[in-house]
Nanobody
Framework: QVQLVESGGGLAQPGGSLRLSCAASGFPFGIFTMGWFRQAPRKEREFVAVISRSGESTYYADSVKGRFTISRDNAKDRVYLQMNSLKLEDTALYYC???????????????????WGQGTQVTISS
């Protein structure tokens, strides 16, 4: 079955960096768009970044644009989120997700994704 396992979260200071990783298994990773979402306490889950099947196309939420970079390694069935210049408001549980259909679109809505990891906690604090 589909499994997504995130890692790399932790505690960082404002201005610091973290790199999240998501290990995928149970499906042909290279033909699915992958996304990162996050959910802060008492807030709705929100889109962070998405990457196309080949990795050539990406899209980011305005709140992270220029600071975060999504990438993937199809040979290793992994998707990554490099987070730089971290802010207090980046504190959240971060999830990777697999898009439902194997098409070329880069959806921003959580409803377009059918499999989720358990999440990895990112806490930004001074």
């Amino acid at each position: 079955q589909v499994q997504l396992v995130e890692s790399g979260g932790g505690l960082a200071q404002p201005g610091g960096s973290l790199r999240l990783s998501c290990a995928a298994s149970g499906f042909p990773f290279g033909i699915f768009t992958m996304g990162w979402f996050r959910q802060a306490p008492r807030k709705e889950r929100e889109f962070v970044a998405v990457i196309s099947r080949s990795g050539e196309s990406t899209y980011y939420a305005d709140s992270v644009k220029g600071r975060f970079t999504i990438s993937r390694d199809n040979a290793k069935d992994r998707v990554y989120l490099q987070m730089n210049s971290l802010k207090l408001e980046d504190t959240a549980l971060y999830y990777c997700a697999k898009k439902s259909a194997s098409g070329t679109s880069l959806p921003l809505g959580a409803a377009e994704y059918d499999s989720w990891g358990q999440g990895t906690q990112v806490t930004i604090s001074s």
